[in-house]
């Protein structure tokens, strides 16, 4: 098992303060993958990806508190 690069195309690029999250089981837990975007292309490899795995992507508008 050498893992598998996860390849998307986003309809828009991220905008300030989006972030890229993805889930390889069923959404129990969120990886941030923000720094695989260039653009819309996504590519992140994960070497504990198999090719049966089902993966779950979401943007995610990160909450900025001020004092």
Same mark, same amino acid.
């Given at each position: +098992? +050498?893992g598998? %690069?996860? /390849? #998307?195309?986003?309809? *828009? !690029?991220l #905008? /300030? !303060?989006?972030?890229?999250?993805?889930?390889? =089981? +069923?959404?129990?837990?969120?990886? =941030?993958i923000? #720094?695989?975007?260039?653009?819309? %292309?996504?590519?992140?490899? =994960?070497?504990t990806? %198999?090719? *049966?795995? *089902? @993966?779950? $992507?979401? @943007?995610? $508008?990160l909450? @900025?508190? %001020? #004092?």
């Amino acid at each position: +098992n +050498n893992g598998l %690069t996860l /390849s #998307a195309t986003l309809s *828009t !690029g991220l #905008a /300030s !303060g989006e972030r890229l999250f993805y889930s390889k =089981d +069923n959404g129990v837990t969120w990886t =941030d993958i923000t #720094a695989s975007v260039s653009g819309t %292309t996504v590519s992140h490899f =994960d070497n504990t990806l %198999t090719s *049966t795995a *089902t @993966v779950q $992507m979401r @943007v995610q $508008m990160l909450q @900025v508190t %001020t #004092a």
